[in-house]
């Protein structure tokens, strides 16, 4: 299992925001590139980056800060959300080497693309479910898309999609501790699929080491990953010792 530290892009600058308002960001770094390498240094096998205000507009609005952080660590893997709303575009991040895509308000409101997206790159897409008391959220967590969960595991559970990025956005940013039911609740809707063979990262609520120990009782095979963001940034945990817990 991986700790996957974040990188969430607003106006250029790494920020953190709580329970995903941009208008309550904390801003962490200006230069997105230094922050990467940080986590680089201090021993990160992959990186989770946001673009915020592309989750937001629709359409990429710090491209320019992930081509950079690209170039400057060209073999370290990087799955990138927000803003990610038509094949043209995902195709693009892919080429431009980008490991893996998390696809959200894409994969509710056109989901035979997103199929043709993952048919194409087998095993490099992600369906990012933002998740608030079971409604799945979109364009930025701002709007209802009045879908449940099962209604999206419906859509993909036979389709070649990686996994899912789950993320409980009442915790996302708060430092109280990771949700276990919320994980809990999702392992028991996917134990209901047969053969359920997804990849599952988690996000939203990790603040201390307590939190990964827990997490590792759990003991699934499709848990592959948790992302850290303002626990990292706070200081509360430390990547390699993380990332010992979770060996």
């Known amino acids: 299992m991986l700790i996957i530290p974040a990188i969430d892009l607003k106006s250029g600058s790494c920020v953190r925001l709580r329970q995903g308002r941009m208008e309550d960001a904390t801003v962490y770094s200006d230069d997105p590139v230094a922050t990467a390498t940080r986590w680089v240094e201090a021993g990160a096998k992959r990186l989770h980056i946001v673009d915020l ?16 952080i690209l170039a400057e660590h060209p073999n370290l893997p990087i799955q990138l959300g927000g803003g990610v709303r038509n094949l043209d575009l995902a195709k693009k991040y892919f080429e431009a080497g980008i490991n893996n895509l ?38 930025g967590w701002d709007k209802n898309s009045g879908k449940k969960i099962q209604d999206i595991l419906d859509i993909y559970t036979n389709s070649k999609i990686k996994g899912y990025v789950i993320t409980d956005i009442q915790n996302d940013g708060m430092l109280k501790g990771l949700n276990l039911d919320f994980v809990s609740n999702f392992i028991n809707k996917i134990n209901l699929i047969k053969k359920f063979n997804k990849k599952i990262i988690i996000a939203g609520g990790l603040t201390d080491y307590s939190d990964l120990t827990n997490l590792k009782k759990l003991n699934t095979k499709n848990i592959e990953g948790i992302i850290s963001g303002k626990s990292f940034y706070e200081g509360k945990i430390d990547l390699v010792e993380a990332q010992k817990i979770l060996n």
């Open 102 to 139: 998390i696809i959200g308000s894409m994969s509710v409101e056109k989901p035979n693309e997103v199929i043709i997206l993952s048919n194409i790159y087998a095993d490099k897409v992600y369906i990012s479910l933002d998740i608030l008391e079971d409604n799945i959220m979109i364009k």
């Open 53 to 68: 205000d592309g989750a937001f507009a629709g359409k990429p609005a710090n491209k320019e800060a992930v081509v950079r």
